[in-house]
């Protein structure tokens, strides 16, 4: 877990994505969280120290994410709930920070 300044934010640069149209990582069209870690060498080398995500939960998708119905579980199409905590687990192996929106 990333710990120090409260105010880290105030810094930060900070890269909102939308996990569906970022990178697909399973070659089906959607972006997904195994195409998310994938590209977090490249974030980094971007100079990004945080990641803004918008909403990637469980969702009917007619408001685009926004309609959630689980904040417990992840959409299917954008991978499965390890998958989420790997890209966690490697985000903050980078110094990676995560946002993640909710509504």
């Known amino acids: 877990m ?3 300044d409260p105010l880290w934010y105030k810094d930060a640069v900070i890269y909102e ?9 399973n070659g089906d069209g959607i972006g997904d969280f ?3 870690t994938a590209k977090l060498d490249y974030l980094q080398e971007l100079g990004v ?14 408001d685009d ?4 119905a689980d904040y ?8 499965t709930l390890a998958e989420f905590k790997t890209f966690l687990r490697e985000a903050h192996a980078r110094g990676l ?4 929106e909710l509504p």
């Open 2 to 4: 990333l710990t120090g």
């Open 17 to 25: 994505l939308h996990v569906r149209a970022f990178h697909d990582g």
């Open 34 to 36: 195994a195409g998310l």
């Open 49 to 62: 120290t945080a990641v803004w995500l918008l909403p990637f939960y469980e969702s009917p998708l007619r």
């Open 65 to 68: 994410g926004y309609d959630i």
């Open 72 to 79: 417990r579980k992840i959409h299917p199409a954008y991978g």
């Open 97 to 100: 920070r995560v946002i993640t």
